[in-house]
């Protein structure tokens, strides 16, 4: 886990307002992950990222849901007008060769958003 | 897309005892990880096995991949092991994890 750095860790919002969320991955990665877990389930893929590209977004909601990771500084995942059903445990991680031998993929702790 | 079925779903244990904790997948995987979230929240990476064999102190994961099962081992069970384990797998051409629904784990003193 060490290295993958997420903030905020706790974030409350209220409804109608947007949440966003920073990832820094490892250093020497260049590709990154958004996962979601939901109250009491398993983590789903959100979007997968690497410098200025979205490679893959097939698991995000098609609405208020955003995701960049700029040539500089960290991924930013970015929500509008977020509602109840948002409220989620974001989990961002990074790697560093995707789909080859020996390419662990390192998670950060978490960034907990509650919408009120 | 892949399908991961982890078993059993819940599983409460007295400290000391051994488990094992079985991941299975429908199709061949470039990837495997086992995880460890505690009570906290926290992602904790045990073991990057798309196959065979490792060990680290009382936990062991073994991955059969022409089977499509991995099998993780704790033994000597402590409270602090307590918490969710989760089996995710990255399919071959692929490159994301999908993650199975997990194992919670109870270890009672």
């Known amino acids: 886990n060490a290295g993958v750095m997420q903030n905020p860790r706790h974030l409350v919002r209220r409804r109608g307002q947007e949440a966003r969320l920073r990832c820094s991955p490892m250093?020497?990665?260049?590709?990154v992950y958004w996962y979601r877990q939901l109250p009491e389930e398993g983590l789903k893929f959100m979007v997968y990222?690497?410098?200025?590209?979205?490679?893959?977004e097939s698991g995000m909601p098609k609405e208020r849901f955003s995701a960049e990771f700029p040539k500089e500084g960290p991924s930013i995942l970015r929500i509008q007008q977020v509602v109840r059903g948002d409220s989620a445990a974001y989990f961002c991680a990074s790697s560093a060769n995707p789909g080859s031998s020996g390419n662990t993929i390192y998670f950060g702790e978490g960034s907990w958003l509650t919408v009120v | 897309g892949i399908q991961v079925e982890q078993s059993p779903p819940d599983l409460i244990l007295q400290e000391g005892a051994n488990s094992t904790l079985r991941c299975n997948f429908s199709?061949?995987?470039?990837?495997l990880q086992w995880f460890h979230q505690n009570p906290w929240g926290q992602l904790i990476n045990l073991f990057y096995?798309?196959?065979g064999t490792k060990q680290n102190g009382r936990l062991s994961a073994t991955t059969v991949a022409t089977e499509r099962y991995s099998l993780l081992y704790i033994s000597s069970s402590q409270t602090t092991d307590s918490g969710v384990y989760f089996c995710?797998?990255?399919?071959?051409?692929?490159?994301?994890?999908?993650f199975g629904k997990g194992t919670m784990l109870l270890v009672s003193p």
């Open positions: 990222l690497q410098k200025e590209n979205i490679i893959d």
């Open positions: 199709d061949s995987v470039n990837n």
């Open positions: 096995i798309p196959s």
């Open positions: 250093k020497g990665h260049s590709h």
């Open positions: 995710a797998v990255e399919r071959s051409g692929y490159s994301t994890l999908t």
